[in-house]
């Protein structure tokens, strides 16, 4: 089928409304919150799971990829279309299908705003526990993709411990099931197979979520520390304690100047580092362990600890680490964030490495990050336009995460490995392993056709593309 | 200030064709301050509604960089008319600047869009636009021909023609023509003598007549010159100013713009006073942007940042200054729509609220999505009929959950627009400008203690 062809199906499918595919139209979605930008040729925007259905058909018939996209705000390229072809955005399909307070479920489509689900369940005492810094606009639908996580995976684990079933349209485009509305069903856990496969195996098109009841009582806490080695420390001792915050996040002075520049919330500017730590629960439990964490912190060499007075304050507080990553605009045009994972003893080590590694590339490094769960988020800060500024940022990048590795832990926390990481996926796994999983993935989609070249080591790579131009679809820029 | 920056108010001669043109440069330094988080997304009400990414903030930001990446052609290269696909992107977006408030990175949004659209020029069909450039260059600057203008208006209402002309139009016109407001009997102008302060002097200020203002809203600037007064203000209103320019800078129009900008700017500066008074959200942020608008222009960049820095809402200079509570009392519960330019655009959000709450008897309750734009947007409702609609059916039903009795908005635009909404959506309610309700409270206050102050 010829591209003209397959346009005009698409039209009937869609509308022609939501069939984009003029330049000043389609070049919007060659970026997601990453640097990687390829042009798609087309980009679809299905109201409905039958229209997803018809699209895929169609993409299959007509023999191109097929890309799935919510809200665009993912970190490592999942949403590029690295190969060309058909861009299905799902934010049309933003409905809240029911929520079921007794059952504690809510049904979504794909394309529902994150945050919206807890604002549809809030006054009733609930909320959905996943909560990315970008839940104002990701999608629950690339919540799923990414397995994502946010500051209270550390109380409350990541999206797949959220997710109950799935309705996913599959390569053929057939819709399925898989688990229910029910926790642990028999049988192998397929929708824990699709959570976390960043759209290499099909496309969501509905969700039950598991929603939590709201706890009793929250504190926050913002611990200001003069030197980065002691606030790492206290992150140690905090967990070593055994108190086991909701979320406990750190930023440093970089990260600091950032927001406070960007969009202030009262962070001070001349500290070196900054923990936010929030205790969940009972009152009692939580009075104790903010004591708790105020007494480590005293004794680790904390300036001075802040404890919010009221909602207005702790949502302060919150929006400047929720905004931080987006804040970094203020600080640089462009930046590369790493997303490693180090076990949690490991962190002052960690943290002094990755100083070492800035200085030594002459490159500014904010570290804005999830310390509780030892998931590191180092971002980069460069200016894309400065030649062979990028291949030096690729290099401390790998350092970074060659260092990860190496301190016992991973690659990847939460933002998935897209198309930015998966030169490094052999830092971490075995030929044997990787055969596994894509085993898997042929199961699913046996011509490659869901978001390709992602997740899996390809001939193009984030380096690679920038070294090896004449691997680069046209219309490829980066 | 130089007797030619007095003289050359007169437009120069731009016009809405041009020729063949070398490939237009966009430098805009804002740009390099987003990283395409995404964050402004649902904050945008173009992208609440469409779900597109070309229609939403980022979206915008990537095509104007793509322009000045030489990727996309903002005009056509050999007859210099806007490439439409693009303007249909650059000119659906209302201006609102509310992603600039969910912006973590402090991007300023709607001086991207600003240079966006000063280099496609004014939106619309070739006739429209042509229409538009005539209105910027040759009505707005001209308060006289502005007055003319309403009073030909004030008379096709009044003489009956306007029933005539109602039957005989198409529904698209007859819709655009319903949004006409009424014309009062008598405007506003500004004089000669300042207006002394009431009790002791605590300031001494100069007030915007504003072109929509002082014709349509003649008597909101009578109650914000009795309220500044009540406040120990003396007041004035220099002959000589003119519009603020806002609407031509919205709408890809600033060569009119600065030449109005340097008029008013030479006549604030003159009156020596302690601030200048705006009541109209959308002049107050153009005015406050003088020194953005200017920073080119040698002999103006300094004064225009000096007058900048004079410039005050209403509500955030009576807050600022302290207001004297008003005794009368209103008892009324109202909502309040804050006006993009001001929440936005001044970030002038709890100073308005904190007059509301003065007010003896009235009671403030919030509605949901207050700062989310009505669809009013200058000329928007105009130019995007179908997306206004939208959003001030959403507007509407807002206001009608909360149960209130009238709105509050200290926007001309934003009180014609939801006048319009609740005569055509309901609830009826009537919209009130802040300064209306401070100025009946005062005046409830002295009815009792007889002492009037009108004139």
Redesign the interface.
């Known amino acids: 089928m010829d591209r003209a062809s397959l346009f005009g199906e698409l039209r009937v499918i869609v509308g022609d409304q939501y069939v ?1 595919v ?4 389609v ?3 060659e ?3 990453s640097i990687m930008q390829v042009l798609p040729e087309v980009v679809v ?1 299905p109201g409905s799971t039958e229209q997803v259905a018809g699209v895929v058909r169609a993409a299959r018939r007509a023999n191109v990829p097929i890309v799935p996209r919510g ?3 993912g970190l490592a390229g999942g949403a590029v279309p690295a190969e060309g072809g058909v861009v299905i ?1 799902l ?2 399909m ?1 409905r809240i299908l029911e929520l079921d307070l007794r059952d504690r479920i809510a049904v979504v489509e794909p ?1 529902v ?1 994150n945050q919206d689900v807890t604002k549809a369940v809030a006054a009733s005492g609930f909320f959905f526990a996943p909560d990315p810094s ?1 839940q ?3 999608s629950i639908g690339g919540n799923i993709a990414n397995n994502s996580g946010g500051p209270h995976t550390l109380a409350y684990g990541v999206t797949t411990n959220h997710v109950l079933g799935v309705e996913v349209v599959l390569d053929d485009g057939r819709v399925v099931w898989l688990g229910g509305r029910a926790p642990d069903p028999p049988g192998y856990d397929l929708c824990g197979a699709f959570v976390g496969s960043e759209g290499t195996v099909g496309i969501v098109t509905k969700a039950v979520l598991r929603l939590m009841r709201s706890r009793e009582s929250v504190r926050t806490l913002l611990a200001i520390f003069d030197r980065m080695d002691a606030a790492t420390q206290t992150v140690v001792d905090i967990t070593g304690a055994g108190i086991v915050p909701a979320a406990l996040e750190m930023m440093d002075r970089l990260t600091i100047e ?2 406070e ?3 202030p919330v009262g962070y001070p500017r001349d500290a070196d580092a900054v923990l936010l730590v929030e205790l969940e629960g009972v009152r009692e439990s939580t009075e104790r362990g903010a004591r708790v964490v105020q007494e480590i912190c005293t004794r680790r060499g904390a300036r001075g600890v802040r404890v919010a007075q009221d909602d207005a304050e702790r949502l302060r507080l919150w929006k400047g680490r ?9 600080l640089a ?3 590369y964030v790493q997303d490693g994972v180090v076990p949690r003893s490991r962190l002052p080590e960690i943290m002094r490495q990755i100083a070492d590694i800035s200085a030594r590339y002459h490159l500014r490094i904010a570290n804005v990050f999830h310390a509780g769960d030892g998931n590191l988020h180092p971002n980069i800060l460069f200016d894309i336009r400065i030649p062979g500024e990028l291949d030096k940022v690729i290099a401390a990048g790998e350092e970074i995460l060659r260092a990860c590795v190496a301190a016992g832990g991973s690659i990847t926390g939460e933002h998935g490995i897209g198309l930015e990481k998966k030169a490094y996926i052999g830092l971490l796994f075995s030929d044997v392993d990787l055969d596994a999983m894509a085993k898997v993935r042929k199961v699913f989609d046996p011509d490659g056709r869901f978001n390709p070249a992602k997740m899996f080591p390809t001939p193009i790579t984030c380096a690679e593309m920038r070294r090896a131009p004449a691997k680069i679809p046209a219309g490829l820029w980066i | 200030m130089t007797q030619e920056a007095r003289e050359t108010i007169l437009p120069s001669g731009d016009r809405a064709t041009a020729g063949p043109r070398d490939r237009v440069v966009l430098n805009v330094p804002e740009l390099d301050q987003c990283v395409h988080c995404g964050l402004c997304l649902n904050h945008c009400p173009t992208y609440r509604v469409t779900h597109l990414e070309p229609e939403s903030p980022r979206g915008r930001i990537h095509l104007v960089r793509a322009v000045a990446e030489g990727r996309i052609e903002p005009l056509d290269p050999a007859r210099g008319t806007p490439n439409e696909r693009f303007a249909e992107h650059i000119y659906l977006c209302l201006m609102c600047r509310a992603c600039e408030t969910a912006c973590p990175s402090g991007v300023q949004f709607g001086r991207i869009a600003e240079a966006a659209r000063e280099v496609l020029g004014p939106p619309g069909s070739p006739l429209a636009r042509r229409l538009a450039r005539l209105a910027f260059t040759q009505v707005f600057p001209f308060p006289r021909r502005l007055r003319w203008l309403a009073s030909a208006l004030r008379l096709y209402q009044r003489s009956g023609l306007q029933r005539v002309i109602r039957l005989m139009l198409p529904r698209r016109l007859r819709e655009m023509e319903a949004l006409l407001p009424t014309v009062p009997s008598r405007f506003f102008a500004p004089e000669a003598d300042p207006r002394p302060a009431i009790g002791p002097r605590r300031a001494s200020v100069a007030l915007l007549s504003g072109c929509v203002m002082s014709t349509l809203f003649g008597e909101v600037n009578n109650a914000t010159v009795r309220v500044l007064r009540r406040n120990g203000c003396d007041v004035v209103v220099p002959r000589g100013q003119v519009c603020c320019g806002a609407l031509n800078v919205h709408n890809g129009e600033t060569t009119a713009a600065r030449r109005m900008a340097r008029r008013n700017i030479d006549v604030f500066l003159d009156a020596g006073v302690d601030a200048v008074i705006v009541n109209a959200a959308g002049c107050g942020a153009a005015m406050k942007e003088y020194g953005h608008l200017l920073r080119d222009d040698p002999d103006y960049a300094e004064r225009a940042a000096r007058f900048a820095a004079l410039v005050k809402d209403a509500g955030e200079f009576l807050a600022g200054l302290g207001l004297v509570p008003p005794s009368g009392r209103i008892e009324m519960t109202v909502t309040y729509q804050d006006p993009c330019h001001l929440a936005h655009g001044q970030k002038v959000r709890a100073q308005p609220r904190q007059l509301l709450a003065a007010i003896p008897g009235l009671h403030l309750v919030e509605m949901e999505g207050a700062d989310r734009c009505c669809g009013s947007a200058g000329i928007y409702n105009i130019t995007h009929p179908e997306m206004s609609k939208e959003l001030l059916t959403e507007k509407m039903a807002a206001v009608g959950r909360t149960g209130a009795e009238a709105v509050v908005a200290p926007n001309p635009g934003c009180m014609l627009q939801l006048r319009f909404g609740a005569q055509r959506y309901g609830p009826a309610l009537p919209v009130f400008h802040l300064m209306d309700l401070l100025d009946r409270a005062y005046e409830a206050g002295s009815d009792s203690q007889q002492s009037a102050v009108r004139g």
């Open positions: 984009l003029e330049k000043e139209d070049i919007v979605y970026q997601d919150g925007l809200s665009g705000t955005s934010a049309r933003n394309g705003i970008s104002a606009a990701c950032a927001v520049t960007g969009a929720k905004g931080a990553f987006g804040a970094l605009g203020a045009p462009n930046y």
